[in-house]
């Protein structure tokens, strides 16, 4: 079993910015791949980032250049940086890990 516990979200103007943390425990030997999704309202939970072991991050175009997705291969967590946010960046966000997601963090941009 395998648990994925996010934090960071929160309200913020225009412009600012945000950190999500996703940290991972359980059955897990290693975090190989994992990444974050978002979900607003009305909408389909889309891709935001997604990190693997060995390779570069992947970003939407939406983010790219804004935000930033990294890790912590021995605390097992995963980190999104989010600068220049944007109310269309509202979303609740999801940290995955294979078939295992977290509880959602919401990200709130607006002034």
């Known amino acids: 079993q395998v648990q994925l516990v996010e934090s960071g979200g929160g309200l913020v103007q225009p412009g600012g910015s945000l950190r999500l943390s996703c940290a991972a425990s359980?059955?897990?030997?290693?975090?190989?791949?994992m990444g974050w999704y978002r979900q607003a309202p009305g909408k389909q939970r889309e891709l935001v980032a997604v990190?693997?072991?060995?390779?570069?991050?992947n970003y939407a175009d939406s983010v790219k250049g804004r935000f930033t997705i990294s890790r912590d291969n021995a605390k097992k967590t995963i980190y999104l940086q989010m600068n220049s946010l944007k109310p269309e960046d509202t979303a609740v966000y999801y940290c995955?890990?294979?078939?295992?997601w977290g509880q959602g963090t919401q990200v709130t941009v607006s002034s």
């Open positions: 995955n890990f294979m078939d295992y």
């Open positions: 990190i693997k072991s060995g390779s570069r991050p």
């Open positions: 359980g059955s897990i030997i290693s975090i190989y791949t």
